[in-house]
């Protein structure tokens, strides 16, 4: 099945389609919000994961998670509302950082300095946007060779090479003056997080349980404060209002191995959000031409060019906000767009920035861990559509995952190659992508007979599949109904 096979709809008796519909203010406000809630907890995690990582201190964090916002902000309103013919898919997608970016992210920077290989990062993200921008279009030839075995596989690593992270978080580092570094204390701390998000998804039902994570960061640290495991006193320091921080790291600085796996990171991305449009066209009954796919995608290179600039990370489609849109069954694209513009603002107070970058580190821990092992389950649950019967698809993810994991598990396994070699495989996602997807091309690809489709037809096909994470924990398979 393909976008120009699919049947025509049933004529509606109005002439503006639901995702075109203006709603009043004050329910444009609310629906909003509620999205903007769905995924702040995912949105901000990717700074506060990655800030420590590299040794950043917490006024360097406050402004990682301010961009963050500004360029997720910025993002979700071109994705809602389009620019020409260019950019936005024009359908309820909410754009937020990727965790495909993470890892690469602190390898890069790990290897070229800390801090100062920053500018390594995002002179390589600089350019991964561009090339994002040049292949948007043309995906369709692309995303054919990332089926669910490849798409599963990916996701997989995604989620167990983040695990080291939060663990850092929950455990303390003495050099970034934590206190009560290893303590029962902090790791209990970080166990009332895992388990209020376990208690609010169960006892709960609809919005309350689709913020479990939100809720549980806010109680982690209401608890934390009276541990003694909270400083907020920067936040006073804070302005109320503050313009982005171009280039606060320096100038964009490139090498051949960060560009190399930057681009595969955006590749990984253009997949995942491809799933997502897809499910949300679905889900608001709209037909999502391969124009439009491709002008969403391009939204996607833009936030990585922009991401550049103001110390930022490349969005893409989050699959909560497409879950609540299938449960809330609300279809307008002006909502997110409010939603956007709530992000933008937020981007734009550095005390919202700098209060979240205070958050107690075993509190975002906790959080993280169920986040990181909730994408590892999503890979699983994509890897279920794959036929492993009279075929190579079993040894070919075992042979990816186990030369993703070796960096994971040691991270200086590749210590005596050379640096750029280290920078492409040292990075579990870029490593497992390139063995997985060679892999599917020798097995699956270069034998006779085989057919070429183009991407949407592919993930049409596939089943295309988006997961609500905050629906109760469970995953949800987005071309089904969501459950109420």
Known sequence: MSLDSIPTRRPRTSEVHPVDEVLPAHKLFVFGLQHLFIMYAGAVAVPLIVGPAIGLK???????VSADLL????????????????????????????FTVLNPMIIIATQYGGRSGLPYVYGAMLISGIFGLIIAKPFSMIVRFFPPLVAGTVICIIGLSLAGADITLIYGDAHNGDKYVGSVGRIALAGLVIVMIL????????????????????????????????NFGNVSNAAWFGAPHIFHFGGPKFAAAPI???????????TESTADMIAVGELVDKDLTPNDLARGLATDGLSAVLASFTNSFPDTAFAENVGLVGLTKVRSRWVVTVCGVLLLIMGLIPKVGQLIADLPGPVIGGGATVMFAMVTAVGIQTLHKVNFEDNHNLLIVASALAVGLL?????????????????????????????????????NHWTSGTTRTGAVQTAVSEGAVAVDVPHGGVPVRLHEKVPD
């Open 260 to 270: 190399i796996t930057m681009c595969i990171v955006m590749v990984v991305t253009y």
């Open 71 to 98: 360029v997720s902000g910025i993002a979700t309103i071109i994705q809602s509302v389009g620019i020409s013919q260019l950019f936005g898919v024009r359908l309820p997608v909410v754009a937020g950082a990727t």
């Open 407 to 443: 960096p994971a598990f040691d991270p200086n396994f590749y210590n005596k190659f050379p640096k750029d070699f280290q920078v492409i495989f040292g990075s579990s996602i870029t490593a497992t992508v390139l063995v997985v997807f060679v892999l599917n091309l020798i097995f």
């Open 58 to 64: 917490s006024h360097d964090i406050a402004i990682l």
């Open 199 to 230: 208690v609010i998804s169960r006892i709960f039902r609809g919005f309350i349980s689709q913020i479990a994570v939100l809720l549980s960061l806010v109680i982690g640290t209401v608890v934390a404060s009276f541990m003694h495991l909270t």
